[in-house]
Each structure stands twice: as structure tokens, then as C-alpha cells.
């Protein structure tokens, strides 16, 4: 049983395209995550969210809360963009766990 | 900018020994966390720790695992007596509250042969 579902598992792009990561989650939530993670393996926290939108340079996350759903949108992407991009949820119920996506991999081609 | 910090980056160990994994968290952080990620696999919640105790545990982390802040500053994994399927990649995590992001540090891949 998977809690967080992403979509797609692998996605190619050519540089300057618009991506577009999806994330839907199965359980009450009290945040959502979107994580990058590099080839060597390093993880790095992109965006939190509980509601609405947030934007961080060419990168933009939405939710909604009803429809379980996140987003994560990359404007103008590019060969650096590539990258496992992982949705991440920590449930409302138990507030320290997070549960993970199985991640999106991105190659974004010159 | 602060971050948080793993050692060692590697770690190949035998089959039965024990090992320990250290992290230094953000020194201002309350909230530890380690999480692990088998190759191939998605990352998995191990344990969160609070006010010098577990907060929460995973299924995977059974008897064989042991967190511990020994001295204010470090916060360590260990694993008594290795098995093969201990073989991943393991996550540090911190933050200063529930309802802050958390960073993560760089892991550790640990191999079990």
C-alpha cells in the first residue's frame, strides 16, 4: 500500500520545457514536502507546503488539500533541473512520520 | 549557510558487526530524524527523536537499531549485528519544530557484505 503516488517515474525533457511533477497522497496530512535528490544521493528540501502555492525561483508548488494533490512545476528547466524529484507527506495523525513517494526522474536534455 | 552533516560517507562493514552512523544536526534543531533508502527503492521513515527519546518508530526499526544523543551536539544510528538487507543509504534529518521544513543531510551508504 502506498500512501504518496507520483507521477510520472520518469520524465525527459528538452531544455526549456515546462515540467510538471504530480503527487497524490492517500492519507490525512499536516505538510507536504517536495525533495530533490542528486546523483551522488544528497537530499535537499525544496518547498514545504499546507496549503496554496509557493513559488522559488524558477520553481513553483501547489496543493490542494481537498483533492490530496500537489504539483511541482518547472519553468524554462534545465540540465542542472535533473534530478530525482521525491513528494513527501508527514501525516496528521502521527506528526513526525513522513511517508515518500517513490520519486520522479528527471533528465532534461541539452 | 548551516547545514546538517554525516560521517562517514561510506561505511563497508562485515555481515554480524556492529556499526554507527553519525550526524551533527543544525545546532538551534529539536527534531532528529533517520530515514533510509535501499537502492532502487524510496526513502522510508526509521525513527524521530525528541527531548532525548524516540518520538516515533518504524516497523523497520526493531531491536537491532539504537538512536542516541550522546553529547548535545551528535546524534548517532546504530545497528548491533549487520545483516545484508541493512545495505542502503542512510538519511539524517533535522528541524527546529513540527511545523518547520527539514534539511536533510548528504547520507551515508552503508555496505554490508
Known amino acids: 500500500k502506498n500512501e504518496v503516488e507520483q507521477s510520472p517515474q520518469n520524465l525527459t525533457a528538452q531544455e526549456g520545457e515546462f515540467i510538471t511533477i504530480n503527487c497524490s497522497y492517500s492519507v490525512g496530512i499536516s505538510a507536504l514536502h517536495w525533495l530533490q535528490q542528486h546523483p551522488g544521493g544528497g537530499i535537499v528540501s525544496l518547498f514545504m507546503?499546507?496549503?496554496g502555492k509557493k513559488k522559488h525561483g524558477r520553481l513553483i508548488a501547489t496543493i490542494n488539500i481537498q483533492e490530496k494533490h500537489s504539483s511541482l512545476h518547472i519553468t524554462a528547466s534545465h540540465p542542472r533541473d535533473s534530478a530525482v524529484y521525491i513528494c513527501?507527506?508527514?501525516?496528521?495523525?502521527?506528526?513526525?512520520?513522513?511517508?515518500f513517494g517513490t520519486g520522479t526522474s528527471l533528465t532534461v536534455i541539452p | 549557510e548551516p547545514e546538517v552533516t554525516q560521517t562517514p560517507s561510506h561505511q563497508v562493514t562485515q555481515m554480524g558487526q556492529e556499526v554507527i552512523l553519525r550526524c551533527v544536526p543544525i545546532s538551534n534543531h529539536l527534531y532528529f530524524y533517520w530515514y533510509r533508502q535501499i537502492l532502487g527503492q524510496k526513502v522510508e521513515f526509521l525513527v524521530s527523536f525528541y527531548n532525548n527519546e524516540i518520538s516515533e518508530k518504524s516497523e523497520i526499526f526493531d531491536d537491532q537499531f539504537s538512536v542516541e544523543r550522546p553529547d548535545g551536539s551528535n546524534f548517532t544510528l546504530k545497528i548491533r549485528s549487520t545483516k545484508l538487507e541493512d545495505s542502503a543509504m542512510y538519511f539524517c534529518a533535522s528541524r527546529t519544530d513540527v511545523n518547520t521544513e527539514a534539511f536533510f543531510g548528504q547520507g551515508t551508504r552503508l555496505t554490508v557484505v
Open positions: 507546503l499546507s496549503s
Open positions: 513527501a507527506v508527514r501525516s496528521a495523525n502521527t506528526g513526525n512520520q513522513f511517508y
